[in-house]
C-alpha cells in the first residue's frame, strides 16, 4: 500500500512563497484596471453598433480579449505557486467563416470570461491589492518609524498618549514621541508577522474564483472522461483479442505440433511394440523427450502472463528471472522501495510489459544489452502514482508502432489500463521504450 504525508506547512515555509505571492499581487491593480477598461469599452462599443451589424464583430473581439485576460490571470496564479487550473475545453468552431468568426459568442466560458475582467476580477482585485498594500506599508513604516519620523514635522497630538491615557484615566503619563516610535514598533511587527497569511489568503482567494469561473466545469472533465474510459475498454478488448491470437497461435505452432508428432511416435511404437521391440523403444525415448519439450514450451507461454515467482516473490524477482533466460545480457534495476506493496494486479501487467519489450530488442534490435528500469512516480497535482517500466536498449535503433505488431498491441494494452507507451528510438540507437501505468487499489 502506497501512503504519503504531506510535510507540515511551518511557518518558515509560508515565508518561502511570500515574494512569489508578492509578485502576483504587486500588480494585480494594474491587470485588473486594464482588464475593465478594454472589456468595458469594447462591450460598449459592440452594443452602440450592433444595430449596423458592426457591433458582432466587435463582440466577438470582445469574447477574446476576455479570453486573453482570463489566461493572464490563469498564468499569473500558476507563477505565484498556487495549485495548477484545469484549462477549460474551448468550442472548436465548423466549417466556414462565419462559424469561425462566431463561436466564441456560443461558447458560455467566452461570456465567464468576460464576466470575470470586467466584475469579479476587478472588484476582488482592488480589494486584495489594497489589503497586501496596507500591510506592506504598515509592516515597513512601523518598522522604521522610529528612524523616519526624525525627519517629519510633528505636531503636539500623539496617538499613543491618547490610547494610555484612556486606558489608565489619565493617571499616567508617557513621553509622546517615544511612546509613538514604541506603539509603531508594535504595529509594524503585528503587520510583519501576519503578512504571509494574508498573502497567501488572498491570492487563494483569486485561485478559488479562477478555478470556478476560468477552468473546466466538472461536467466537461466528466464527459471527457466517460470517452477515455470508453476509448480505454475499446483498446482493452482489442489488446485482449489480440493476445488471444497470439496465444492461439503460438500454442499451435509449438506445443500443439509437438503433442501431434508424439501421438504419431507413439502409435508408431504401438505398432512395432510385438514385432519390433528396439524400435518401438526409440520411439517411446523419442516421444518422451517431445512431451519433455511441448511441456517446456507450455511453461515458457504462461510466464509470459504470470509465472509463480511472480506470485512468490514480486516484481524485481520476476523480472531478474526474466533477464536470466534472455540470450542477451539483461540489467535489472529497480527504484522501488521494499516496503511498497504493490497491487497483483499492476505488478502482473507491469511484468507483461517488460517482457515484451525485452522480447522485442532481443528479437528485433541487434542490441547487446538491454537494461530494465522499474520506478515509482508522484503526480502532485492530481495526486496519483504511476508504476514506469523503461526497457533501453543499445541497438540499431528505427522502432516503430506498427497495426497488428508487437509494440502496437502492447499501447494498446496499456492504453486499455490507462496507461500509456512512450518510445524513443532514433536511428542508430538507443532506444527507451517506457511503459507507464496507473497505480490504483
Not at 466556414?96 to 462566431?102: C, K, V
Not at 509592516?139 to 518609524?145: A, I
Not at 514621541?177 to 487563494?204: C, H, K
Request: charged share 20%.
Amino acid at each position: 500500500m502506497i501512503t504519503t504525508s504531506r510535510p507540515p506547512e511551518t511557518y518558515g515555509r509560508r515565508w518561502r512563497t511570500v515574494p512569489r505571492e508578492l509578485c502576483f499581487h504587486a500588480p494585480t491593480i494594474v491587470v485588473v484596471a486594464m482588464a475593465f477598461i478594454v472589456l468595458s469599452t469594447l462591450f460598449s462599443t459592440a452594443t452602440s453598433l450592433i444595430a449596423i451589424v458592426v457591433g458582432i464583430f466587435v463582440l466577438t473581439v470582445t469574447m477574446w480579449v476576455a479570453r486573453y485576460f482570463g489566461e493572464l490571470e490563469l498564468t499569473r496564479l500558476d507563477w505565484a505557486g498556487m495549485p495548477a487550473i484545469a484549462r477549460p475545453r474551448w468550442q472548436q468552431p465548423g466549417p466556414g467563416f462565419w462559424s469561425r468568426f462566431l463561436t466564441p459568442l456560443a461558447d458560455p466560458h467566452a461570456w465567464v470570461y468576460f464576466i470575470h475582467g470586467t466584475v469579479v476580477n476587478f472588484v476582488v482585485g482592488i480589494v486584495t491589492w489594497s489589503v497586501v498594500l496596507t500591510w506592506v506599508a504598515g509592516s515597513l513604516g512601523g518598522l522604521t518609524y522610529w528612524f523616519w519620523s526624525a525627519f517629519v514635522p510633528q505636531d503636539d497630538f500623539y496617538l499613543s498618549e491618547v490610547i494610555v491615557s484612556f486606558f489608565t484615566a489619565g493617571t499616567v503619563t508617557v513621553d509622546g514621541r517615544a511612546a509613538e516610535s514604541i506603539m509603531n514598533l508594535l504595529f509594524g511587527i503585528v503587520f510583519l508577522v501576519t503578512l504571509p497569511y494574508v498573502t497567501r489568503g488572498l491570492a487563494r482567494l483569486h485561485h478559488v474564483i479562477a478555478r470556478a469561473m476560468l477552468g473546466a466545469w466538472r461536467s466537461e472533465e466528466l464527459a471527457e472522461r466517460v470517452g477515455e474510459l470508453s476509448a480505454s475498454r475499446g483498446a482493452a478488448a482489442a489488446a485482449e483479442g489480440h493476445s488471444l491470437r497470439r496465444l492461439e497461435r503460438d500454442i499451435h505452432d509449438g506445443p500443439q505440433q509437438r503433442l501431434v508428432r508424439l501421438q504419431m511416435d507413439l502409435a508408431a511404437a504401438e505398432r512395432k511394440l510385438a514385432t519390433d521391440p528396439d524400435a518401438a523403444r526409440a520411439l517411446i525415448e523419442e516421444a518422451r523427450v517431445r512431451s519433455q519439450e511441448a511441456l517446456d514450451e507450455l511453461r515458457a507461454l504462461s510466464r509470459g502472463f504470470a509465472p509463480p515467482i511472480l506470485l512468490d516473490r514480486g516484481l524485481v524477482a520476476a523480472l531478474e528471472s526474466l533477464a536470466s533466460r534472455s540470450t542477451i545480457p539483461v540489467r535489472v534495476s529497480s527504484a522501488l522501495d521494499p516496503a511498497v506493496d504493490l497491487p497483483q494486479e499492476i505488478e502482473r501487467n507491469a511484468y507483461f510489459v517488460a517482457s515484451e519489450l525485452v522480447a522485442n530488442a532481443v528479437k528485433h534490435s541487434g542490441a547487446g544489452t538491454v537494461q530494465v528500469v522499474v520506478a515509482l512516480r508522484r503526480l502532485p497535482e492530481q495526486d496519483e502514482w504511476w508504476l514506469d517500466v523503461a526497457v533501453t536498449d543499445d541497438g540499431h535503433g528505427g522502432a516503430t508502432s506498427v497495426d497488428g505488431h508487437g509494440l502496437a498491441g502492447l499501447e494498446e494494452r496499456l492504453r486499455g489500463l490507462g496507461g500509456t507507451l512512450e518510445l524513443d528510438s532514433p536511428t542508430g540507437g538507443p532506444t527507451v521504450a517506457t511503459g507507464h501505468l496507473p497505480v490504483t487499489y
